[in-house]
């Protein structure tokens, strides 16, 4: 059973950090293409940042310079760190797994991110 867990989400103010988790189980992570993706109140669903299983990036424009996607295939974990945080980054990030070959997609449940002014 494929289950994606984000954590390190919280409180934050204006021009601050957060380094946001995602431990992946039941995927063979190596060949997941992972992304980030968030959601704010009365907002569609919008992509953050992605990191393909050969480890190449790519960001939204609201977020480059400020955001880096990374991840550790050993830990089967995907890391979001947010730097130079905005009002605006407020929202539930999501943590995405695509796999390349199946194309199965799968969701994790969130990470409330809330940046204060």
């Known amino acids: 059973q494929v289950r994606l867990v984000e954590s390190g989400g919280g409180l934050v103010q204006a021009g601050g950090s957060l380094r946001l988790q995602c431990a992946a189980s039941?995927?063979?992570?190596?060949?997941?293409?992972m992304g980030w993706y968030r959601q704010a109140p009365g907002k569609q669903r919008e992509v953050v940042a992605t990191?393909?299983?050969?480890?190449?990036?790519t960001y939204a424009d609201s977020v480059k310079g400020r955001f880096g996607i990374s991840r550790e295939n050993g830990k089967n974990m995907v890391f979001l760190q947010m730097n130079s945080l905005k009002p605006e980054d407020s929202g539930v990030y999501y943590c995405?797994?695509?796999?390349?070959?199946?194309?199965?997609?799968?969701w994790g449940q969130g990470t409330q991110v809330t940046v204060s002014s």
């Open positions: 995405r797994s695509e796999n390349v070959f199946t194309r199965r997609t799968d």
């Open positions: 990191i393909s299983n050969k480890g190449d990036t």
């Open positions: 039941g995927v063979a992570f190596p060949f997941n293409n």
